[in-house]
């Protein structure tokens, strides 16, 4: 039926939970047509089928861990025309880049009765620390509209559209009432990337950070505006070290609410 | 008798969450040694949660794993509810059991669909499936959209929902805003029917284990958001007697830590197991349409837990319509939980079994310290076990066959490897 060949995807995990491969099955509605639009060539969650690379369009999920991990991704990376990161564990390092700032040793420790059995990296890395990234896709978890916009674009050759504003015009044009003008609650909507539809302050909740910094975020204003709300030194600190702790801009953030202190 | 050195390799086992390998070491008609290792990078959540505040651990476990973050959030908001000497509002409690609801639809339908049926139908992928099937996946991919909706409209989202906090929920959905989902809930119960009815006429290889069936069990309900812990030899233990009764070892292949009942009992939690202590608590019609499937009121068969899965996905409609239908706007979406130092223990029925959290705070809510005991890792010498037999029963098969075998009676117990664990590689040698 198919005269022309059909490009080539594969889905590959590092170190995640999972979530942002799940949201590629978890579009529903459009799976069987991107099924017949692509050939689902590596996908191991969901496929036994295998087929060898080059692949057109590799997407990965998570941060590289182990060292086993960090040849593999480059094996991925010699074998993908383009190679799009997905998710917070590909872009920033996910929550388990929290290790950076601790003793890993004394971790391994704590959680497993013979740490001479653990191989780990002293870090927790996203995919563009190892190799050239085509694009990066933010979310803890992606939003699976996004994931399908990139996955179009790639496939058509443009440029995905996702834009780099802050949660702050989604929530404005979803009608909400501003939670921290409002209601006095800590938002990071004004410093995080949009892509998510803005739903924690649709829930009544501020946003917690997890797309990630925006384009050019003033963190220090806001964390004045937090401080202002009543969130203490320690809380701040912690708010930044979440999902993308390994984000450079909430990374300093953080620091900086470190440095300067505050009551608890 | 030939003794021959045959060996098999598998470069990945596919169609599990998570990535891990098997290792089967065969001399002539023994088993010398079988390992299923778990390769998933270690990722220290029990050791970063420490020092965060008492709020926070159930937005930071729900990342351990994006197919049941709802189990995550579940497990700790009781356990430091708990510590805290909070109970929440009946009200609230439904609320929480209709989002699990959700995920159990979402997770389960995944699992029977799209990993698990290929197998019973020689395919690689449902994407295959569609090919000659493709109303049957079209049925699974609205089923399974109908659990994520629930997820949607109660947590905000379906991996990793914003809406859960200690003591309830931030903010709780209106009457109308539930009531939306009722039509294809209603559509979903009879395409949840039918999928008990379509994977009861699968063929299944002979199987009966004898592992200890362990589970949560409720006075009135098919137990998932709270009960005892209690098992087929009649345990039957408060959720912070948990670890006076099952222990956590540390083997040599494997990320993921082994549990054993202490005493060194080996057990097993997950479908089956709640099917066999909680059969008598099945709404009527799940119940029925298992019967119906050919299931007792016990099943020990693990390559029948599609069945099994499907009963609970009937279940799961059918609980959530009466949540919906039964519903009233709860008058505060949360309870106030005050932190105070001490200890507390949560235990739910995540979609692969139980999930047990324990925390210890301080005065101030701070976390001392946190475990956390995911089912994959309390079923892995279960695992090993079927495999052990379904290896020595079947030594005549050709080795694709038999490889083929070994992955299927990995894949019945749903492995969440990502809870714990990385690929599957089977390795089968023999000597």
Redesign the interface.
């Known amino acids: 039926m198919q005269s022309t060949r059909r490009p080539k995807l594969a889905v590959w ?11 590629l ?2 579009c ?2 459009e ?2 047509t991107l ?1 017949g639009a692509v050939e ?1 060539a590596y996908f ?7 087929t060898e690379g080059p692949y057109d369009l590799s997407l990965v999920e998570g941060s590289v ?2 060292p086993h ?1 960090a040849e593999r991704i480059q094996e991925v990376r010699a074998t993908s025309r383009h190679l799009v990161a997905i998710g917070a564990c590909a872009t920033a390092g ?3 880049a ?2 950076n700032l ?1 003793d ?1 040793g ?3 420790r ?5 740490p001479d ?2 191989s ?1 990296l002293e870090s927790s890395t996203p995919i563009a620390a190892h190799v050239p990234v085509d694009f990066e896709l933010r979310g ?2 992606v939003s699976r509209h996004q994931l399908l916009e990139v996955v179009s674009a790639f496939l058509a050759g443009r440029k995905p559209l996702v834009p780099a504003y802050s949660v702050c015009q989604e929530c404005k044009r979803r009608g909400n009432v501003c939670v921290t003008v409002a209601h006095g609650t800590p938002c990071l909507g004004p410093v995080t990337q949009a892509g ?1 539809g803005a ?2 302050p ?4 501020g946003c ?1 950070g ?1 797309f990630g910094p925006t384009e050019t975020p003033n963190t220090a204003a806001l964390s004045d505006v937090l401080r202002s709300c009543g969130m203490s030194g320690p ?1 701040l600190v ?1 708010i930044f070290r ?2 993308n702790t390994g984000a450079p801009a909430f990374a300093a953030a953080s620091a900086a609410a470190e440095k300067r202190g505050g009551p ?1 | 008798m030939t003794h021959q050195t045959r060996d098999l390799s598998l ?2 086992l ?6 891990g390998a098997m290792h089967v070491v065969i001399d002539g008609k023994t088993v010398t040694d079988l390992r299923l290792q778990i390769y ?9 949660l ?1 020092g ?2 008492y709020t ?1 651990p159930p ?2 476990t729900a ?5 049941c ?1 709802v189990a995550y959030q579940m497990s700790a908001c009781q356990a430091i509810e708990s510590a805290c000497g909070v109970v929440v509002d009946e009200p609230l409690r439904a609320l929480r059991r209709l989002l699990y609801c959700g995920e159990w639809i979402e997770s389960h339908v ?1 699992h029977i669909y ?2 698990h049926a ?1 197998d019973f139908l020689g395919a ?5 499936l ?1 090919r000659e099937h ?1 109303d049957v ?2 049925r699974a ?2 089923l ?2 109908v659990g ?1 909706h629930i997820m949607d409209v109660v947590g ?5 929902p ?2 859960v ?1 200690v003591g309830g ?3 709780v959905p209106t009457l109308s805003e539930l009531r939306g989902l009722l039509d294809e809930l209603r559509w979903a119960r009879d395409a949840a029917l039918e999928t008990v009815r379509w994977v009861s006429t699968f063929t299944f290889p002979d199987l009966e284990v004898a592992h200890e069936m362990v589970a949560l069990r409720h006075p009135s309900e098919y137990a998932v958001v709270d009960g005892r812990v209690a098992s087929d030899r009649g345990l039957d233990i408060p959720v912070d007697a948990f670890l006076d009764h099952f222990e956590e ?4 292949h494997s ?1 993921a ?1 082994h549990a054993h009942r202490k005493g060194g009992g080996r057990y097993l939690v997950g479908p089956l197991a709640r099917y066999t202590v909680n059969h008598d608590r099945l709404p009527a019609l799940a119940r029925e349409a298992a019967a119906d499937a050919g299931l007792g009121p016990e099943c020990r068969n693990p390559f029948r837990s599609i069945v099994v899965r499907a009963v609970e996905t009937l279940a799961a409609c059918d609980d959530a319509i009466g949540l919906i239908e039964g519903y009233e706007e709860p008058e505060r ?1 949360a309870v106030p939980v005050e932190p105070r130092a001490g200890v507390g223990h949560g235990i739910t029925e995540a979609p692969r079994g139980l999930l047990y959290h324990r925390y210890e705070l301080d005065e ?1 809510g701070a976390v001392l310290s946190a475990v956390i005991v995911p089912p994959t890792a309390q079923n892995q010498d279960a695992i090993e076990s079927d495999l052990r037999r379904v290896v020595v029963e079947n030594l005549g098969l050709r080795d694709s066959a038999l490889q083929h075998l070994c992955e299927e009676a990995i894949r019945n117990y749903d492995p ?1 490897i ?1 809870c714990s664990a ?2 599957l590689d089977v390795t089968v040698e023999r000597r």
């Open positions: 995990k590092f170190g995640s939970c999972d979530g942002c491969q799940l949201s099955l978890n529903e509605d799976l069987l099924a689902i191991l969650e969901a496929s036994t089928a295998v861990t182990t991990d996910g929550i388990q929290l290790r601790a890993v004394e971790m391994t704590t959680v497993y009765a013979h059995y653990i780990t803890c978890p998510c739903i924690c649709s829930f009544h909740r917690y997890c809380e912690r979440t999902y608890r | 470069e990945a596919s169609r599990v969450e998570g990535e998933e990078p270690p990722r220290f959540f029990e050791a970063f420490r965060r505040a926070e937005d930071i990342r351990i794993c994006g197919i973050p995944l799209l990993l290929p690689g992928s449902a994407l295959e569609a493709r996946v079209e991919l609205r399974k959209k994520n905000g989202r379906s991996v990793h914003v809406n906090r929920f931030y903010r070892e540390h083997v040599a990320t830590l979406p101030d969440c990502s990385h690929f």
